[in-house]
């Protein structure tokens, strides 16, 4: 597995980083304050309490080992310990299950920037500046730490990650190899290096990351989770489930094993089973974040077996469990998320009403402004959506020319794709296909219905060889349950063997 993000939970689209892992090299100054002491060129941790740091540095090494929930009560505790402990602040945020945790911790995180090192402050702000959808600041804070401290291999893991979510993937892999020669045995950077090589369909390096990664820390869950996860996507399901069921066996708690279990029974044609796998990790959720992903993946299974009134019945549920700590931003996003399926059905108007609900949503909270003028901009993406499913083409020309503008102004990459995406989707509709192939091998690739619809581009041309490979890829994508996929899998293979979708 990952370490989980809270791109769910933020409308933008963005990717946030998971920036709270820390050296342990620091000194004490005469005050009790520890200093921005770079001994061998590492990030400091700044405290005044040697207790807070020693419970820091226990929750680091379980967060590292994408143990999360284990390490929550030592951040908890290391903030009792020291409440201006910005680093635990930050830690705390991206180990949070929560979309509203995250956001009560980051904030927390940005007040204290006064008071630590340059390092760690350089890392509060990349992270704020990326959960605001800021990837230009958020690469010039990154930029500036890995030029401070070169030697840190949790610098250049960071900046790794933040090429991860741009999908500029031989950067992130030359970071994470930098953060590897700088500190061997290191199994974080294993762990990302294995799923950037499978991001790029190096099967046979990423198997050499996760095995690696297996021999570094052979008790814990998460190296058969991953190296699971790979099986996972080269379709070999049963290998798959007996890599997952092994973590299980070593962490019967570590839930994120029955979500990867859940795809490779539902790729296997077992929707039962799957829905069975996902109750079961439901039923022993530790937390809300858990309970969600169990709910959420129990939406993409109905959405895959094409039944969409009980898909609709989960997201209500996995909003009810965000409603009750009114944690608006995750209930946002399962608006975002019903927004699209509902669009599936046709009923479109319906669906419009469900994203106007959103976007108020998050423009009446105390979400940071950033994050409501994304949410805005959003809705112009949705609204297009919506008005190209009706044929309305030339009411969704404005709206796609109006994100257009917003994603290049913003310069964020996720941004410029979904305009690509939406070009793509408007001129597909219009069966304009060479504009539908230029804007969508511009959109996100890693988005399966981008290859599908670039399938049907290179279809509606006559171009069927080509098509076919687009079909293949798409329906073979086998990934992590998605909603995106699950709206596109039976067509694709159908069309893969040449059927009528």
Known sequence: MLRPRHSRFMLAAIVVLNAAIWSACNKTNGAGQSVAASDGGKIPITTKSDDARKEFLQAQDLSDRLLGQES?????????????????ELARATNSPTAQEFFDHLKKAVSLVDKVSQGEKLLILANEAGANGDTVKQKEYL????????????????????????????????????????????????????YAYRQQGDYTNAEWAFKKYIELIPNDPNPYDSYAELLLKMGRFDDSIAQYRRALTIDPHFVPSHFGISADLMYSGKAEEATSELQKMASLSRNDGELRTALFGLCVVATDSGKLDEALRQIDKEYAVAEKKSDVAAMAADLQAKGNIIIE?????????????????????????????????????????????????????????EFQKGAEASKNPVQLK???????????????????IAELEQANQQDPRNLYRLGQAYQGKGDAAKAHELYNHAAEFNSLPQLNYAFIRSKAQRLAIGKQA
Request: aromatic share 10%; proline share 2%.
């Open 345 to 401: 059905t046709q009923k479109y108007d319906a669906a419009a009403k469900v994203f106007d609900r959103s976007l108020r949503m998050i423009e009446s909270s105390d979400l940071s402004q950033e994050i409501k003028d994304n949410a805005k901009l959003l809705h112009h993406f949705n609204l297009a959506a919506v008005a190209i499913g009706k044929k309305n083409y030339a009411a969704a020309k404005p709206l796609a020319e």
């Open 72 to 88: 929550l009560q030592h951040f908890d505790q290391a903030i009792i310990l020291d409440p201006d402990f910005a680093s635990a």
């Open 418 to 436: 979904q305009s690509h995406e939406l070009e793509g989707r408007l001129a597909l509709a219009q069966k304009d296909y060479e504009k539908a």
């Open 143 to 194: 930029d500036q730490l890995v030029a401070a401290y070169s030697n840190d291999e949790r610098a250049h893991l960071n900046l790794g990650n933040y090429y991860f979510g741009q999908q500029d993937l031989a950067q992130a892999v030359e970071h994470y190899k930098k953060s590897i020669e700088l500190a061997p045995s290191f199994s974080t950077a294993y762990n990302i290096l294995g």
